[in-house]
């Protein structure tokens, strides 16, 4: 498989999915003696733009205390549920740090992605993170397995998406609820009533229901925020004469 093609099915993967594994280096107790302990803890996440995870971390869990002792961090993201056989199928650990971020953008994002993370988000033990990744691992099954680094991964920007996302997805969701639901149903195969968009990027939207999360791809990325209408009427159009 060409890097490209192994890089966008690395962020279709990470994209499609709402939580992840965390592991930070837990410091060793008094009188230990030894280093860093590893630990893995279970995490919600949202994704930037640029594949960058956000997190939203309580002050008094065990991994934020590790990262604040060392910012690096890994983050498993496993996308071999319902599989028979869950060697098999993909998974990807992004290799990074983990930095305390007060950008409105990016809580934005992940609220959207978490609607009920809201509230307990401005608790003062409660902060955001983002990750800044430099590189990845992906195993795809039985022997597709290779690192990618930080530029491999990223995804061609969309002018002035990233800016006017919100607005792009309380519209749709305000105001075309039916064309959501056409995504969902028609596009995913996906059952049920209530879908709602949490995130657009270049590459695609991402859905929620419940506790539900699904993906839309676009079958070309995004240039500028102002290609966004245009591909959504014309999935609409693919939805209802599917």
């Given at each position: 498989?060409?890097t ?9 993967l ?15 107790p008094?009188?230990?003696g ?24 309580s ?14 961090v ?6 071999t549920h ?10 990807v ?5 983990a ?61 002035g ?10 519209h ?5 609820a ?12 996906l059952a ?11 590459e695609?939207i ?7 999360v699904?993906?839309l ?26």
């Amino acid at each position: 498989m060409q890097t490209d093609d192994t890089s966008r099915g690395v962020r279709d993967l990470v994209r499609g999915l709402d939580r992840a594994a965390l592991a930070t280096g837990l410091p060793a107790p008094p009188g230990d003696g030894g280093g860093p302990w590893p630990y893995a803890s279970l995490v919600l996440a949202a994704v930037d733009h640029d594949l960058s995870p956000i997190l939203l971390l309580s002050e008094l869990a065990e991994h934020t205390k590790a990262i604040a002792a060392d910012s690096r961090v890994s983050l498993l993201f496993d996308g071999t549920h319902g599989l028979d056989q869950p060697l098999t199928g993909p998974r990807v650990t992004l290799v990074g740090r983990a930095i305390r971020t007060d950008d409105e953008r990016l809580a934005r994002r992940f609220l959207a992605r978490h609607p009920d993370a809201e509230m307990y988000a401005g608790f003062k033990d409660f902060s955001f993170f983002r990750v800044t990744v430099e590189r990845a691992h992906l195993v795809g099954g039985f022997g597709k397995i290779r690192w990618l680094t930080a530029d491999e991964l990223r995804a061609p920007p969309a002018e002035g998406l990233a800016e006017n996302e919100a607005g792009i997805v309380s519209h749709m969701n305000e105001d075309h609820a039916d064309a959501v639901q056409l995504y969902a149903g028609r596009l995913l195969g996906l059952a049920g009533e209530g879908w709602r968009m949490t995130g657009i990027d270049p590459e695609g939207i991402d859905l929620r229901r419940g506790g539900q999360v699904a993906r839309l791809r676009f079958d070309a990325p995004l240039a500028a925020a102002g290609d966004a209408r245009k591909v959504l009427v014309a999935l609409v159009a693919k939805a209802r004469a599917a």
